[in-house]
């Protein structure tokens, strides 16, 4: 396993609007693996029109348990492919044409790309079903859904789970890190992996860490080796630090790997060239930019990882994207109905497709929601505008909050929003449904939506 060099200089993503939280674990003592859940939910009441209540839209629960281990014995050697009908199996067996000699290899990999909520219907259709649908391998790799938030809770890394309920589906204390390190900060979740900076002592010098990368739900992680390339000149060794910027990359459906973006800048601190790492090859990869020098990126917290490309907002009211191999190059420019240029807009991904969104916290609390329709052409469509004062259940014009979109739903058109000092909601746009989240006493910083992904790595240099 390649060593990480440790990492150099301050962190360099200064616009995230919170300090990453700092966990240290100590050695010779029991983490507990499961905290009670922080906050409690509570009901809000109807206002103002929109209807609240204390339950996610139909479609949007999430799992707070991970799938089961077992391995029911099958009833039959080669059951049916899916089907919704209620004929009887031996009925379904003697239709022509129903591919009861497909391969039982190619029924799992089927099944292990079908989302957890459709595996878990199928189960209903047979005894045959229930036993292939439970086996551990289709669970490991079947896609999951949003089920909680990591935060910063009095300065501790923490997990929420997204119901509310039962102990976290997480342990946000991330003990499979013990062994080798001390204390670490996350600096950034993407999907289902955690980009964490570790300490192997907390007395080491703030930037003397290694950059990990890891999966908190089956606790494989792996160190990032030290950002190097050959001199194309004279073949001398070059280390890039320190790393100002660094960006992960994750797909659920190829869990298997995963990518990392650093921005390398001159010594003018003009941004010239990218490193790329890949997890297949364990190496850096260095590429000319073709986005504008000038390009001044927002930071780790607005990032998106979407078809197996990068989208990093910048300052000057744009998107720029460049994919995992660091062949193709694109800005896309914000929307032009954007109500105030002069303020970041934030992105994510929903239902495949990139989101930007906009609160005018200086005009009455508009929110304004827009979908990119056309990547290639950068065509932005307004799909919804909402008064967050109401959501909150305050009165429009007469609320001095300050308010966040800190997610929005990976499977639904559902937002979570956040005035940093008493409770978080989450609207549903398409219902126009509000759900009080939780309420809080204390901090409620570093949000990070988090999805499980049970499948394990299958490089080498991974622990």
């Not at 199996?89 to 089927?110: K, M, N, R, W, Y």
């Not at 062994?179 to 907390?202: A, G, T």
Request: hydrophobic share 30%; proline share 8%; net charge negative.
């Amino acid at each position: 396993m390649p060593q990480g060099r440790r990492g150099g200089g301050e962190q360099g993503c200064t616009e995230q609007g919170h300090a990453p939280a700092t966990v240290h674990p100590g050695h010779g003592e029991d983490v507990p693996c499961h905290s009670p859940p922080p906050f409690p939910i509570t009901e809000m009441k109807k206002e103002h029109g929109h209807e609240q209540q204390a339950s996610l839209p139909h479609g949007c629960s999430e799992q707070d348990h991970s799938p089961s281990t077992g391995n029911p014995g099958r009833d039959s050697a080669t059951p049916p492919f899916p089907s919704t009908d209620e004929a009887s199996d031996s009925e379904q067996q003697q239709q022509p044409g129903c591919p009861t000699d497909l391969p039982e290899g190619a029924i799992v990999e089927i099944l292990s790309r079908v989302p957890y909520r459709s595996l878990c219907r199928f189960k209903c259709v047979s005894k045959p079903w229930l036993a292939l649908c439970s086996d551990p391998e289709v669970h490991k790799r079947s896609p999951q859904t949003l089920s909680g938030f990591f935060f910063i809770e009095r300065g501790r890394f923490n997990f929420r789970n997204l119901s509310g309920r039962g102990p976290p589906l997480v342990d946000p204390s991330l003990h499979f890190l013990r062994e080798s390190y001390d204390c670490f900060s996350v600096e950034q979740c993407c999907s289902s992996l955690l980009l964490c900076k570790c300490w192997e002592s907390r007395h080491d010098e703030e930037d003397e860490y290694d950059y990990v990368v890891c999966n908190p739900m089956t606790g494989q992680w792996t160190v990032l080796p030290p950002v190097v390339w050959l001199d194309e000149e004279d073949g001398d060794i070059v280390y890039f630090e320190p790393i100002m910027d660094i960006f992960l990359g994750f797909d659920t459906a190829a869990p298997s790997r995963f990518v990392v973006f650093v921005p390398l800048t001159n010594c003018f601190c003009e941004f010239t060239e990218m490193a790329i790492y890949s997890s297949e090859t364990g190496r850096w990869n260095k590429v000319q930019s073709e986005w504008g020098y000038k390009t001044i990126l927002v930071g780790n917290s607005e990032c998106v990882f979407l078809n197996g490309t990068m989208h990093l907002a910048t300052h000057y009211a744009s998107v720029v994207t460049v994919d995992a191999e660091g062949k193709i190059w694109r800005e896309i420019e914000m929307p032009e109905d954007m109500p105030n240029k002069n303020h970041l807009a934030s992105i994510g991904q929903s239902q495949g497709r990139l989101y930007a969104w906009q609160i005018d916290n200086d005009h009455d609390c508009q929110l304004y929601v827009w979908v990119l329709e056309d990547s290639g052409g950068g065509n932005w469509t307004l799909k919804y505008t909402v008064n967050v004062s109401e959501l909150f259940g305050r009165q429009r014009g007469e609320d001095d909050m300050s308010y966040k979109v800190f997610a929005i739903h990976p499977d639904c058109d559902l937002i979570f929003l956040t005035d940093e000092e008493e409770m978080a909601v989450s609207y549903d746009m398409e219902n126009q449904k509000v759900n009080a989240t939780c309420t809080f006493s204390q901090e409620f910083q570093g949000v990070l939506p988090y999805i499980p992904c049970f499948a394990e790595w299958l490089f080498s240099d991974g622990h």
